[in-house]
């Protein structure tokens, strides 16, 4: 059986030391995670964290966040943008600093449409949300998130759990970087056991007592490139490609580094043979 909480001590201990930042100052930009979910959001507040799943999606994360004032001046207000049509999107795809992507800005304004009519039979998206009572158990929020799947274009297996965890919801995104992280621990078998990944969350969550934001944000930093400025992270360390294992606390639980190593003494050893083989 696997410790979740030394895992994760491991993997926090192992960022923290990469990190250009003193302890203090690391610890107070991580503890913001401490205090998402749950936190009430207005109907166009929703609308911009999809709108940024949309564009996120997909695409190189730091092209996109140099471009997000461009973005939400097109797609700040739901209400207007449900209004658009083919002249709109002329507009937006002509502007030469836009992320030109048809799909990315239909589907904005597909789904600024879907928004404006639960709001209209609910009252807000939030109400909407409550409605599914998805805080009371994993049923309930697994239930909304196949109902943003059906009403929300764009919001597939693996966006869907984005925008969960990023209105605060109290789940793990399943993305490439996590499942990752967990297939080299050892934790799943396969990247494509999202529902697996998403469990494990909860189990992070629950032997560490840290909401599963936090989990998420430490592992996502872990594996991601061009780690997070503003954590002073210049880099990940369980990159995809040439992880960083020398600097890796978690090189104890890992079947990816084990594999690693055993493949080094295998390769030495014919290297050894072969000049004892010279030699003689």
Not at 125 to 153: H, Q, W
Request: proline share 2%.
């Amino acid at each position: 059986m696997k410790d979740y909480r030394a895992i994760f001590d491991q993997l926090e201990t192992s960022l923290r030391r990469q990190s250009s930042l003193t302890e203090q100052a690391f610890r107070e930009r991580l503890d913001k995670f401490m205090h998402v979910e749950g936190k009430p959001l207005s109907d166009n507040e929703y609308y911009w964290i999809m709108v940024c799943v949309i564009f996120y999606s997909g695409f190189q994360a730091s092209k996109v966040t140099a471009k997000l004032d461009l973005i939400r001046s097109y797609f700040a207000d739901y209400e207007i943008v449900a209004t658009y049509g083919s002249r709109e999107v002329s507009e937006i795809l002509s502007d030469k600093n836009m992320i030109k992507n048809r799909r990315k800005i239909q589907a904005c304004i597909e789904n600024a449409q879907a928004l404006k009519a639960i709001v209209a039979e609910h009252g807000s998206f939030d109400a909407y949300v409550a409605s599914f009572d998805p805080t009371e158990s994993f049923e309930n929020l697994m239930l909304l998130k196949e109902e943003l799947e059906y009403r929300f274009v764009y919001l597939g297996k693996i966006t869907v759990y984005h925008f969960l965890t990023d209105i605060g919801m109290p789940v793990l995104k399943p993305d490439r970087i996590v499942t990752r992280i967990f297939r080299r621990l050892g934790l799943i078998e396969s990247e494509k056991q999202l529902l697996k990944t998403v469990l494990l969350g909860r189990k992070f969550s629950k032997a560490t007592a840290l909401p599963v934001r936090y989990i998420d944000i430490v592992f996502a930093t872990y594996g991601g490139v061009g780690g997070d400025r503003d954590l002073g992270i210049a880099n990940g360390i369980c990159l995809e490609k040439n992880p960083n294992c020398l600097v890796c606390g978690l090189r104890d639980y890992c079947d990816y580094y084990a594999k690693r190593l055993q493949l080094s003494e295998i390769a030495g050893e014919r290297s050894r043979k072969g000049k004892r083989k010279h030699g003689n």
